[in-house]
C-alpha cells in the first residue's frame, strides 16, 4: 500500500481511529475547546480539519467576516458551521450521513452559543433539507479518495474517507447547483490524494468546471498532498485549472 491514494491506506487510517481508546472527550484546535464522540470522524486522529479551517480563512481568532448562508455537507463534529457562525454568517446549516457525528456538531453549536445562527441535520447530502431553501455557499470537504466502485461500507464512519466508485460526488456535482441562491458558489475541499481527472471528467459531464481558489501542500508521511479548495462552477473547462488567486502554502501534518 505504498501508493498515497490507495484506498486501504484511508480505510486502516479509519479503523485506526475507531480503535484509539486515547481519544479525548474534548480537544483544542485553533483556540477554541471542541466536544468529541466515538465513532466520528476525528481532527484528533487526521489534520484534515484543521488544515480546511485554515484553506477557509477560518483559523485565527479574528476570521475573515462572513455573511449570508452557508451549507456544509458532512460536517463531522462541526467545527467548521460553529466557525463560519462566530465569523458572522447569518445562516449555516450542517448536515452529516453519520446520527452520531449530528449529535456531535450539535454539541458544539450549543458550547460556541451559536444555536440561533446553526442548524444541525443528519441527511445524505441534499436529502434531508427543504427543496426551496438555498445558500449563497455550499461546501463539502469531500471523501476524496476513490474505492472501487462494488465497495461495501463497513462502518459509516468509512464513508468520511473514501467514496466507491465517485457516486457521492457525481450526486453532489449534479444536485449543488440547484441549491444556490442567484450569486452563491458550490465549494469543494479536495486533495492529491483523489483522482482530479476523474473529478475533472464528471464535472464536465454535468456541464461544470473546476477552478482551484486556494492550495496547501502537507507533508503526509513520506508523501507530499496537496489540499485544495475548489469552485466548481457552471463554466465547463476541458482540462484542470490549476491557477489560484492565492499561491501555495506548505505545511507538515501526521499522515
Known sequence: MSDVRDYRRSIERSENALERI????????????????????SPVCSPTTGLVMELLGLA????????????EIGCGAGLIAVACALAGCD???????????VRNAALNVARHGVSEQVRVCESDLFDALDPDERFDVIFWSSNYVLA?????YRSVHEAAYVDPGYETHRRFLTAAHRRLT????????????????????????NGLGLHTLRSMQVQE?????EHML?????????????????GPERADATS
Open 22 to 41: 486515547d481519544k479525548p472527550g474534548t480537544f483544542a484546535l485553533h483556540s477554541r475547546e471542541w466536544d468529541m464522540l466515538p465513532g466520528v470522524f
Open 221 to 225: 508521511g513520506t508523501h507530499e498532498v
Open 182 to 205: 442567484p450569486t452563491g458558489s458550490v465549494i469543494l475541499h479536495f486533495s492529491s490524494r483523489g483522482d482530479l481527472p476523474r473529478l475533472l471528467r464528471m464535472a464536465g459531464e
Open 91 to 101: 445562516r449555516v446549516v450542517a448536515t452529516d450521513i453519520n446520527a452520531e457525528a
Open 230 to 246: 475548489v469552485e466548481v462552477t457552471v463554466q465547463p473547462a476541458r482540462s484542470w485549472i490549476p491557477g489560484a488567486a492565492l
Open 60 to 71: 485565527d481568532d479574528t476570521p475573515v467576516p462572513r455573511t449570508g448562508s452557508f451549507l
Open 148 to 152: 472501487p466502485a462494488d465497495y461495501r
